[in-house]
């Protein structure tokens, strides 16, 4: 009597549960992202809306791009949100990722010393710039993790003939902002995206000296992590935030979204 | 599985096709841990050995302090280094920053106190006898100190390797005051940490791998020195 008694309160007790589980919470979703769009207060800017809809959380993932592609390709994420078009273009082709979009862009700039030994400043050209700083033989400091904001860096040296060896180019391997701090103390050049550089602007004696190249524009693209590749991944979780991404109100909150007074990103499709 | 595996293959090809980069790697850790490790132990043997033998009231505070020290993020010495070496910091005009000095300078700081407590557990646990002895059969303070160092020496293998072990894969100070540059300041720690953010899981793993051996290589050498040293 009292074991059938304790069974059937075990049985409700797991009904229960289950029941929780199917009503309330949704299952998990996770957004594998740069860490630009997170340090800059920007998803926390755009992501309620969309969890107030889904009834749940988005677990926020935010590495460097190369990193957040790798996590895509082990099904570690549902969504990737990241900025590297070629590399972006690879995981498709690979088959990682679908439905890929563009939601918005920001841009870079070349920063360094106010005394500017290489004589960069009010150039338009990114490449130029760096072929100058080159010539120079004056401090450079390089992401060299992989980042999009390396990515670019190459793209850029590429476009100026190819990076010439010289011993002031400081390949540190670290995030944006060490970085930042890194050419502050060697007085050296940068390559940073806009808005990390206006979150540490208090903090540094560097001036942005090079913007405004189209060359220099970042595009921040989004995909699902492909359902048939990875069976586990919350496909309609991914293809629910993709599409609020892409919507009206997303694209105008991004619009919308100001550091400073200033504005960071600019949204795929213009108003 | 295959994702060890592919790391191990990795281990095996940087070593034997010596791969520059975690060659040099290799090279920035082992010098930079074995000098500063060893300059704290040279300091810290005869200090934590005063503090075990002379046990006086002001002496028990600056044990207590070097005890909160062992416990200090690695990541906050190397704040406290990068302020002092920094451009707008005092010692800012030696140019330290970003160099293998400023590396040793925190990992210094980092082993100092680790040693030294251990050092003071060491001698404190000792007979009082011998320094009595010692000081009775005319030995200076300095002759003293040395005898008792050389009663707890299989204690401070002991303590050179907890420092050695603590700075060997530390992150904090090479990623703060090291800056982790490319064939100059990078170590197999801070490789590991970049290889992560890279996306190249197999390479970080392989480093680590390697790391493992150095470590390796380091107990068995302190199993070998306290050996000897007993019989």
């Not at chain 1, 990076?163 to 930042?180: E, I, N, T, V």
Request: charged content about 20%.
């Amino acid at each position: 009597m009292r074991t059938t008694s304790l069974a059937l309160l075990l049985l409700a007790a797991l009904g229960l549960t289950a029941g929780c589980g199917e009503d309330d919470a949704p299952p998990r979703l996770r957004l594998a992202t740069t860490t630009s769009t997170d340090n800059s207060g920007l998803l926390r800017a755009i992501l309620p809306a969309f969890e107030a809809q889904y009834g749940g959380p988005v677990d926020v993932v935010a590495v460097g791009t190369g990193q957040a592609l790798k996590l895509g390709e082990r099904g570690e994420a549902d969504l990737l949100l990241v900025h590297a078009r070629a590399r972006e273009d690879a995981f498709v082709a690979a088959g990682h990722g679908i439905d890929r979009r563009d939601i918005m862009w920001n841009d870079f700039v070349i920063a360094g010393p106010a005394s500017d030994p290489a004589g960069i400043a009010g150039g338009t050209e990114g490449a130029a710039a760096l072929a100058k700083i080159a010539a120079a033989g004056v401090h450079f400091v390089s992401r060299g993790d992989d980042s999009g904001t390396h990515t670019r860096e190459r793209a850029l040296w590429e476009r100026a003939g190819g990076r010439p060896a010289w011993s002031g180019y400081l390949d540190a391997g670290q995030g944006m902002g060490p970085c930042l701090t890194i050419a502050d103390e060697k007085r050296a050049y940068v390559l940073t995206d806009r808005g990390t550089f206006l979150a540490y602007r208090g903090r540094l004696d560097l001036e942005i000296l090079v913007e405004g190249d189209p060359a220099l524009r970042n595009p921040y693209g989004a995909m699902r992590v492909n359902p048939a590749r990875h069976a586990h991944v919350n496909a309609a979780g991914a293809k629910a935030l993709l599409d609020y991404l892409g919507s009206e109100a997303c694209q105008a909150a991004i619009a919308a979204f100001r550091v400073d007074g200033e504005a960071l990103f600019h949204p795929a499709q213009e108003p | 599985m295959d994702f060890l595996a592919e790391a191990f293959a990795k281990a095996f090809r940087l070593i034997t096709t010596g791969d520059a980069e975690v060659l040099h790697a290799i090279g920035v850790t082992v010098l930079c841990t074995t000098t500063a490790v060893t300059l704290a132990a040279l300091v810290a043997f005869p200090v934590g050995a005063w503090l075990g033998v002379h046990r006086r009231d002001g002496r028990g505070a600056l044990v207590f302090l070097m005890r909160i020290g062992m416990f200090t993020p690695t990541v906050v010495v190397g704040l406290l280094v990068f302020s002092v070496l920094s451009r707008r910091g005092p010692l800012g005009s030696l140019d330290l920053l970003y160099t293998k000095g400023a590396i040793v300078a925190g990992e210094f700081l980092l082993a100092f106190p680790l040693i030294v407590v251990l050092t003071h557990g060491a001698s404190a646990a000792l007979d009082r006898r011998v320094h009595e002895t010692a000081r009775t059969l005319g030995a200076g303070r300095f002759r003293t100190l040395l005898a008792v160092l050389s009663e707890v020496r299989v204690g401070l293998v002991a303590a050179y390797l907890a420092g050695f072990a603590r700075c060997l894969s530390e992150l904090g100070v090479v990623m703060t005051v090291g800056g982790n540059l490319q064939m100059r300041t990078r170590t197999l720690a801070s490789t590991i940490s970049l290889e992560v953010r890279r996306g190249d899981f197999a390479r970080g793993l392989a480093c680590g791998l390697i790391l493992l051996v150095l470590a390796l290589g380091t107990a068995l050498l302190a199993h070998h020195l306290g050996k000897e040293r007993r019989a």
